[in-house]
């Protein structure tokens, strides 16, 4: 485990002598998560009906996660206060009712300007599974959210906040090992990380997902899917070059697609240089089918970024002209786009705000997301 500790002390340096500080905290759960002294309940400003999960804590109901939302009915809003702690377990939540999790804070650091969410994160939920033996790719995943067997949509509304997700099996040499997983279901994550190498985050068919104010970190592919995600103010941590940041599969007629948004791409701290000539990684490097979405808006990218910025599936010599690679207002040492692919779009300001913001990729604003948690 030390290990682990050690790697994210070092990244969260990083990051604080780039300037980069993501430091929100939920304005509706924050006197929840704030650990309590000994002498207070720990549900000591949480919602009523609130569960405690702790591995350590004798007041707590549950000694991990899944236990807990396991016990949940299928029916009416739930929240999980999870104490801090290492949690060495597969979550997987196939309950259509709303969910939350908070992870538990301290408050000597929840509120430290200089910090990010994710350094003052305290729970860390993890697995070492990575695909082998005819297994798929989603049964890695440390958190699952999706339908249950028999019915077209999973979780309405899931929300995480102030976890730390990782799948620790996984280098630039091992397969697959998904950290997240989300297919049939709305999900949205704030002040999270999600760590792996190859396909760290999955947003699968039928999924919507949202992510702010978090770190997501990989290698390959390790932004991939088949639904609609939109990542606001999160920091992508190159940990090597193996393809690219994206690998997405669209379909005609709808918004499927990955949407970054007002974010940094840094290389980590950890990161393999030699997995490619030169070390640099490139934004999309496997358009999954010919009508692949990424699209990059507002987002600084640091030197780990390849000029071309898009490249063609392995074996192939061009990229599809159906697919839609875009940029806007990229910036930073990486940010160049003079020499990106011919097939890429270069967008403007009013191509943007016509077509490309939160509410017009999700077809309105969702209710699922929590619009009072600002950074």
């Not at 207070?40 to 400003?45: D, E, F, H, R, W």
Request: aromatic fraction near 14%; charged fraction near 15%.
């Amino acid at each position: 485990m030390g290990q682990y500790l050690a790697h994210f002390t070092v990244l969260y340096a990083f990051l604080a002598s780039l300037s980069v500080q993501i430091h929100a905290l939920s304005p509706d759960y924050s006197a929840c998560q704030l650990q309590q002294n000994a002498e207070t309940s720990p549900l000591t400003g949480c919602p009523d009906g609130t569960l405690f999960v702790s591995p350590t804590d004798s007041r707590a109901s549950f000694k991990t996660v899944q236990a807990a939302v396991e016990s949940l009915p299928e029916t009416g809003d739930a929240i999980i206060l999870i104490g801090a702690g290492e949690y060495f377990e597969m979550v997987n939540v196939t309950r259509s009712a709303p969910l939350t999790l908070l992870g538990q804070l301290h408050p000597d650091t929840a509120y430290d300007p200089a910090g990010n969410a994710s350094q003052r994160n305290l729970v860390h939920i993890w697995n070492n599974l990575h695909a082998h033996g005819g297994m798929s790719d989603e049964e890695t995943a440390t958190l699952t959210v999706a339908r249950p067997r028999g019915q077209q949509f999973g979780n309405t509304d899931f929300k995480a906040y102030n976890i730390n997700f990782e799948n620790r099996a996984a280098n630039y040499s091992i397969s697959q090992a998904l950290a997240g997983s989300f297919s049939s279901a709305n999900v949205s994550f704030y002040g999270c990380t999600f760590a792996s190498w190859q396909d760290t985050w999955y947003t699968g068919h039928g999924a919507y997902s949202y992510a702010v104010d978090s770190i997501i970190y990989g290698q390959t592919d390790y932004l991939f899917g088949f639904g609609t995600a939109w990542f606001q103010n999160v920091i992508l941590a190159n940990r090597a070059c193996g393809g690219g940041i994206t690998a997405w599969q669209g379909k005609e007629g709808t918004r499927n697609g990955a949407f970054i948004a007002d974010s940094k791409i840094i290389r980590s701290p950890d990161a393999n240089i030699t997995t490619v000539t030169d070390g640099r990684c490139y934004l999309v490097g496997r358009p999954w089918n010919t009508l692949a979405v990424a699209v990059y808006l507002r987002t600084y990218m640091d030197e780990s970024i390849h000029p071309a910025g898009f490249t063609p599936w392995s074996r192939e010599t061009s990229i599809p002209k159906t697919t839609y690679f875009a940029e806007y207002d990229s910036f930073g040492p990486g940010g160049d786009t003079s020499k990106r692919v011919l097939q890429e779009f270069i967008l403007n300001a009013a191509q943007v705000n016509a077509n490309f913001t939160l509410e017009s990729v999700f077809a309105g604003t969702p209710a699922w997301i929590d619009f009072n948690y600002e950074y």
